[in-house]
């Protein structure tokens, strides 16, 4: 068996900080093997640099996923190619620069690949149809490894759940980022995949989706441009813990897990 945690977006500073500090705890106290996380905003909450994906794997991540904020620092396409543990959203255009999946190796040698696919309800970004890419990706990506991880980076609740049934017995796990909502539907498909709607986000939650509560609630009322600071306060690490059979590669088990620090 093999155990992996996922963790959703990870929101600025208090979120790097939170995770450089239990991370070692939480790999020992839960047994697991493999930690994978999405930082598209671990940059003060839009996008990510190459020294912070480092500070990142430092702090005990084995790897690293992005989403819609994949650009937002200038600079950043320059880095991407260079950072081994990270991969852009596979369904963006072929032509931008980075890795589109990875294949990362636990100490008991089980061989994870993880690869993300941004949807195309209400984004904006511009990017090919998800389905037909996990379709055509996952397969070629399972010969390369023992299980997959597809991480679905989208905002329609729909899009996603349809992408954990198309997927079903193909991905390992399959789930959501993006609305750094954790979601209560974790649940094993019938042909052996672990589905999560949304896993959430890392950072402080005494804030409207890891931003400070005043600037978000005034720009809803009146519409002006405001800056959104990041939230510092109630930290969490919000994401699922999944057993793997390390024979078939499918899920024995998910499990919700948030750790308010």
Known sequence: MTKILFLGDIVGRPARVALAEHLPRIRQERGLDLIVA???????????????????????????TLGDHVWDQRGFDLEIGGIENLCRPANLPKSCPGKTQLVVQADNGFRLGIMTVIGRQYLNLKADDPFACAQDAVPELRKQCDGVLLEIHAEASSEKIAMGWFMDGAASIVVGTHTHILTADERVLPRGTAYLSDAGMCGGHQGVIGRQIGPVIGRFLDGMPRKFEIATEDVRLNGCIVELDDITGLARSIERFSLQT
Not at 39 to 64: C, K, M, P, V, Y
């Open 38 to 64: 999405n930082a598209e905003n671990a940059a003060g909450g839009s996008g990510i640099t190459g020294a912070i994906a480092r500070e990142l794997t430092a702090a005990g991540l084995d790897a690293l």
